[in-house]
Antibody
Framework: EVQLVESGGGLVQPGGSLRLSCAGSGFTFSTHWMSWVRQAPGKGLEWVANIKQDGGEKGYVDSVKGRFTISRDNAKNSLYLQMNSLRAEDTAVYYC????????????WGQGTLVTVSS | DIVVTQSPDSPAVSLGERATINCKSSQSVLYSSNNQDYLAWYQQKPGQPPKLLIYWASTRESGVPDRFSGSGSGTDFTLTISSLQAEDVAVYYCQQYYDTPYTFGQGTKLEIK
């Protein structure tokens, strides 16, 4: 069974940093594009970033470029999101999502981790 | 950026009746080299992550009941639930995976009449 488990969320002050992790199991992690997708409280879904199987290609939504960095460690079956210079508008549940058939078609999702940016 | 717009926002449908949700993209998501529409539908229930229902605009994900179907091509798409069940109450999102940034519609909250 495919499992994605996020961790690392919490309360952080504006301008602060946080690192999210996602542990994958039940599938060959190294053969899939992986993404982070977020959902602000009571709002819709927003793709944040994705990373190719070998980490050699990455993409970001404009609103996080220069502040967030996606990375992966295939030996540990893990995906990461380093978030710097956090803003109130970054407050959301952050989901880790696996892609298949195409780099941004999400067939499996974690349960999400809540990031709250507030003073 | 490709803007994806869903309609209606929050329809109410009677149990056993047909439910239809529309999705329109600001530009075509049909990739000519493989003749595939890069359009997916997801279902999200309260407190849960989204679940993939339909991809390539009309291919049902494994395990999804056959009352769910997708249609359309280019810029206009439809998700149809042929006979609404109580467990189908959820928010439905369409998403284009044709080009970055990969964008979702605003969501359609389906309720029972």
């Amino acid at each position: 069974e495919v499992q994605l488990v996020e961790s690392g969320g919490g309360l952080v002050q504006p301008g602060g940093s946080l690192r999210l992790s996602c542990a994958g199991s039940g599938f060959t992690f190294s053969t899939h594009w992986m993404s982070w997708v977020r959902q602000a409280p009571g709002k819709g879904l927003e793709w944040v970033a994705n990373i190719k199987q070998d980490g050699g290609e990455k993409g970001y939504v404009d609103s996080v470029k220069g502040r967030f960095t996606i990375s992966r460690d295939n030996a540990k079956n893990s995906l990461y999101l380093q978030m710097n210079s956090l803003r109130a508008e970054d407050t959301a549940v952050y989901y880790c999502a696996r892609s298949y058939f195409s780099r941004a078609l999400f067939d499996s999702w974690g349960q999400g981790t809540l990031v709250t940016v507030s003073s | 950026d490709i803007v994806v717009t869903q309609s209606p926002d929050s329809p109410a449908v009677s149990l056993g009746e047909r439910a239809t949700i529309n999705c329109k993209s600001s530009q075509s998501v049909l990739y000519s080299s493989n003749n595939q529409d890069y359009l997916a539908w997801y279902q999200q229930k309260p407190g849960q992550p989204p679940k993939l229902l339909i991809y390539w605009a009309s291919t049902r994900e494994s395990g999804v009941p056959d009352r769910f179907s997708g249609s359309g091509s280019g810029t206009d798409f439809t998700l149809t639930i042929s006979s609404l069940q109580a467990e189908d109450v959820a928010v439905y999102y369409c998403q284009q995976y044709y080009d970055t940034p990969y964008t979702f519609g605003q969501g359609t909250k389906l309720e029972i009449k």
